[in-house]
């Protein structure tokens, strides 16, 4: 086990707040397919833990999975843009560079992790045209350039295959016996509830097809974890997989009074306390 990589980035509906949850009676699978990426927190803790042998990881805003990949190839690069004095933490920098529209990987990379930083909130939130349209935060001291966290992300992806895409992309890549780790945009249940993380919404049409590539996978033989708000919608679309109800600190909210400790779901085709002896005994049936 090595120092874990933290998420570079603050993402709506994270997930550092439910790793002991999440992880709780894995089972050993192959490789590591995570079609939501959003921070990576759950695939961090996995790759600190040295579970990682193979992961295919995806997001549908090409905006992350860019300073993602750029991380992953060419981190010191970033770093010294980053430390570029433009990068600077008052509202004049901010909305120059909110305005600006890089062409170049790095700074396209640099301008999006700026962003988040220093926005309100620490919130990725775009308009229907895709433009990013959150305002300037006021943060004393944002951590624009955590350099020592950057290298640790640069070593975690160093065995990962990076895609933009719909989460469909799954299907192409899972196997049987790989571990499948859906976190969609959560199923709103307030008419206020966040889902701008991209031009595109997630709508409840969106919510029934992932629950069928969900239970594609498990027909295949992956295991397949799924995370998602406690509503009867997402309650009903996966009632066969007896959905856990958990709980969740969240601080993305407009109104302080709603931040805090939130239901959520967890849905798994496995029984965390039978995982292992289900692998052996799928083992032994196989010879």
Not at 207 to 229: F, H, P, W
Not at 239 to 259: H, L, M, Q, T, W
Request: charged share 30%; net charge positive; hydrophobic share 35%.
């Amino acid at each position: 086990m090595h120092e874990e990589a933290k998420p570079f980035v603050k993402w709506a509906g994270g997930k550092r707040q439910l790793l002991d949850e999440l992880t709780k009676g894995l089972p050993d699978f192959h490789a590591y397919h995570e079609p939501f990426l959003g921070g990576g927190a759950f695939f961090f803790r996995l790759e600190s833990e040295n579970r990682i042998k193979k992961a295919y990881l995806c997001d549908s805003n090409r905006e992350l999975i860019n300073a993602y990949s750029f991380i992953r190839t060419q981190v010191f690069e970033l770093m010294a843009e980053l430390a570029s004095p433009e990068y600077a933490n008052n509202p004049v920098a901010y909305y120059k560079i909110r305005a600006s529209n890089p062409t170049s990987k790095v700074e396209r990379a640099a301008r999006f992790i700026y962003l988040n930083k220093t926005a309100f909130n620490g919130l990725y939130r775009v308009n229907s045209k895709g433009g990013f349209n959150v305002p300037f935060g006021k943060y004393e001291n944002p951590r624009i350039l955590d350099s020592e966290n950057l290298l640790r992300v640069h070593r975690a992806l160093q065995k990962d295959d990076l895609y933009c895409g719909d989460f469909t992309i799954v299907l192409k890549n899972a196997r049987r016996g790989d571990l499948v780790y859906f976190d969609p945009p959560y199923h709103p249940i307030s008419k206020t509830s966040f889902t701008g993380y991209t031009k595109n919404s997630f709508y409840e049409k969106d919510q029934e097809r992932l629950m069928r590539t969900y239970k594609a996978l498990d027909s295949r033989g992956c295991y397949v974890i799924l995370s998602n708000s406690y509503s009867e919608f997402i309650s009903d679309l996966y009632a066969e997989f007896e959905p856990e109800v958990v709980y969740a600190s969240r601080a993305i909210n407009c109104k302080g009074d709603k931040r805090g400790k939130v239901r959520e779901l967890i849905v798994r085709n496995w029984e965390p306390q039978v995982a292992q002896r289900k692998l052996v005994e799928e083992i032994v049936a196989s010879y």
